[in-house]
């Protein structure tokens, strides 16, 4: 995506983190639309090479072979928020990324240390391209890949809120225990390599359980420095 006024304004990056469920994603879409800025789901980065996973038919225990995949996968990321998207090997997988099979499964590829730097180096290079004017969602954005952003927020929101927001998503088609294991179990898995459950330092704890989307992303504006006058 092109950044025409990149020369000429300073550098807001905006990092997202929090646990699933927690309204990250309408909320980093919503904040980059109100702001002008790009968009960039990393979770999306890690369910895309789940999918290059599940094809290879490998197992869970073949570390090794998982991190070669992460080398062996190029990802394409459009980072519009109006309309962001993923391609595995030239083939768009946005669709695909939010099956219920590869939600099971991204934990496997995210835990691998490997993969992780992989796509860490990635994320890096995006909000490079996008000449650091850009919302960045995730678990390790504020810690790990961009801890020097200029806004840094922790969403979090109570688990039951969660699991029932992920089954609204869904019209109703998860039922309990799917939503659980999407939500807690894999929030455990994740929690074994990023730290998301309370903020670093510097980092803006906000609890949505009983926010609405518009007040979250107002909230979140809030905290971005007033451009310089002219
Ligand atoms: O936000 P999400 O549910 O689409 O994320 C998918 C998975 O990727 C999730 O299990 C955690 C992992 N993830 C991560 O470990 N680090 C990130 N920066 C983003 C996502």
Known sequence: MAHP?????????????????SGKSSTARGVAQRLGLAYLDTGAMYRAVTVAYLRSGLQPDQTEQIAALADAVEL???????APAISLDGTD??????EPRVSQHVSIVATNTHVRDVLTDQMRALVEAADQRIVVEGRDITTVVWPQ?????????????RMA???AELDGKLNDADAHDQ???????DATVSEFATPADGVT?????????E???DHICSLAPTPPQE
Request: charged share 30%; proline share 5%.
């Open 5 to 21: 006024q990149a020369q000429t304004t300073t550098a807001l990056v905006v990092a997202i983190d929090g646990p699933s469920g």
């Open 76 to 82: 394409t990321v459009t980072d519009d928020p109006e």
């Open 93 to 98: 997988v946005s669709d695909e990324i939010r």
């Open 149 to 161: 952003a200029e806004v840094r927020v922790l969403l979090v929101a109570d688990p039951r809120a």
């Open 165 to 167: 927001r992920r089954q």
């Open 183 to 189: 939500i807690v179990r894999r929030d455990r898995d």
């Open 205 to 213: 704890l906000i609890d949505s359980t009983h926010l609405n989307l």
């Open 215 to 217: 007040q979250v992303i």
